[in-house]
């Protein structure tokens, strides 16, 4: 086995001394070691049993060469003629050459540390795994570049008449010509990469990260506007894309507002609706906090503020229904738009009329409360309508049931709604039995419907109002960097963030926090002072792992048999049916957080 490896004459300037010379984000190209590796083989696939005759490798950085690797390896077959043909390597070449055994090893130890690239990636990287594994080597995990991937995206006609190795080396004016060989293939691979760089360059694209998810789908015009997220901090915060006329088209949020807005014009964003965005796009505001928590709650509140056209979720939280106890002689449940100020109680928000009817019928099949509308006098003197003769109502409409009955059977409706959910599983669980015994298995599914329906509107209320019912909850937690990020929720509404100083006392930067904090008056209901999704991204932060409870004014409980406890058989089956359905027809599974005690 022959290996050298050559350095590059001191002083020399590498390829790229001038290139990239602003300050990019991510890790720069310049910064990277590349490998850029070829092999020879006795045939197309190694799934056919097919082996490595030759391996050859350039080891580079910021344009220069830091060293060459090149073997010719044993494969103890025979090599094909037309193999030997196109490449120069004859069975009499290889007969003393070292195994795979001894020049795989090698070959991994000089690329240790590096990104590997080859042109047509896929067919050399896959050699080598396969050996790799079949020898019990562990594959070191190196990120992968295909040259030949990356010219289709930037490569037109009119540069070269096609992506072959051969085809780039002259379009791109290697010194070496492709021939075939391992070392020579490899060389040429290495213009290749660079001309490709310098091509990127040009498009914006100056880091590993920008290079991994590049798209030819990225417009020119899109790329031009790249300098609008020059003057954007390196902090987590919420951007603002604006058009000619200050109008928001889009709010997003992001831990570092740069690296996320830089995106949109250079590399990763391939989305056409965002594209189009960008298109109208002519200025872009960041607003920094203190801690990525406060920037998504900063995003939730702007969408709901500006509702931009280009952001689908969040623009509409007042759009919501609530399920309405009465509060009357004879209570009845209602679908209703907004929480009054009537001592009723409400089970809600709904985002959708659909979930919240299914909850209402989950519960009008356990408890036989009237469904009819309109206020009752205390002695009603009506007829019975066909859902008292069926059985399902209590009928006060007719005075079959007096005023004690009637409250008992709202008072553990009201149970069910508040504190527990029981009666409803049970009473809904039984009727699917009895439908599965008679093999009614479509009917059995909307009664599972509606009890999912029911317990995750009422997990989802009892864990809203456990933490909206506490007027002031401060918590901390150790970030990444070792720094404590503090915040100050008051009624489920985030009233302060901040991340305490080093050189800070921090009872006394706490109390300071808490003086400054927004003040919070609470309205109606199980979200009296923000949106439902509001309150939930804190609840999610507050249950997160490392969390410490700094103050809290009031009791932070879940009932302890809640809805809640019930959560886990409708995941398992939401999932199980996920499975069954394809995976471009599949919705996202909503996660439920389970509950703090």
Known sequence: MTTAHLDAAPGTPGRWSSQMSFDELGRPLRDLTFCVVDLETTGAAVSQGCMITEIGAVKVRAGEVLGEFQTLVNPHSEIPPFIAVLTGITNSMVAGAPTIESAL?????????????????????????????????????????????????????????NCKLSSLAIAFGSTTTPNHRALEDARATVDVLHGLFERLGSLGVHTIEE????????????????????????????????????????????????????????????????????????RVDGIECATPLEAEVRELRLIALHKPRYNRRSRFPEKVHWLKLTNEPWPRLSLVRTVLDDDADYLGPFGSRKRAEKTLAALHDTFPIRQCSGRLPLAPSRAACVLAEMGRCLAPCDGSVDLDVYAETVATLRDNLLSRADEVVDAISRRMDALSADERYED?????????????????????????????????????????????????????????????????????????????????????????????????????????????????????????????????????????VPFDERRPLTTVHRPVR
């Not at 390196?234 to 992001?254: E, I, K, M, N, Q």
Request: net charge positive; glycine share 6%.
């Open 105 to 161: 090893p090698a070959f991994l130890e000089f690329a240790r540390g590096s990104v590997l690239v080859a042109h047509n990636a896929p067919f050399d990287v896959g050699f080598l795994r396969h050996f790799a594994d079949q020898l019990g080597h562990r594959w070191p995990g190196f990120e992968v570049l295909d040259t030949a991937r990356l010219a289709r995206r930037v490569i037109t006609r009119d540069d070269a008449p």
């Open 211 to 282: 290079l991994q998810t590049f798209s030819s789908r990225v417009t020119s015009a899109q790329r031009k506007k790249r300098h609008l997220a020059e003057d954007l901090p390196h902090a987590p915060g919420v951007y603002l894309f604006r058009d000619d006329r200050s109008r928001v088209l889009y709010v997003g949020t992001s831990r570092d507002l740069r690296t996320r807005v830089r995106s949109y014009f250079t590399a990763s964003e391939t989305r056409s609706r965002m594209g189009e965005m960008v298109g109208l796009a002519t």
């Open 444 to 580: 059995a599914g909307v009664f599972r419907d509606r009890l999912s329906a029911f317990v995750r509107s009422a997990a989802r209320t009892q864990r809203l109002r456990a933490l909206t019912r506490c007027p002031e909850v401060v918590a901390a937690r150790r970030e990444d960097d070792g720094r404590w990020a503090v915040h100050v929720i008051r009624s489920g509404r985030l009233a302060a963030a901040g991340v305490i100083p080093t050189d800070a006392h921090a009872g006394d930067w706490v109390d300071q926090l808490q003086a400054s904090a927004e003040t919070v008056i609470p309205g109606l209901g199980p979200t009296p002072a923000a949106t439902a999704e509001e309150t939930e991204k804190l609840l999610r932060w507050l249950e997160s792992p490392g969390i410490r409870l700094v103050h809290l004014d009031g009791e932070w409980t879940c009932p302890v048999h809640g809805a809640t406890r019930h959560l886990a058989v409708h995941d398992a089956v939401e999932h199980s049916r996920q499975e069954m």
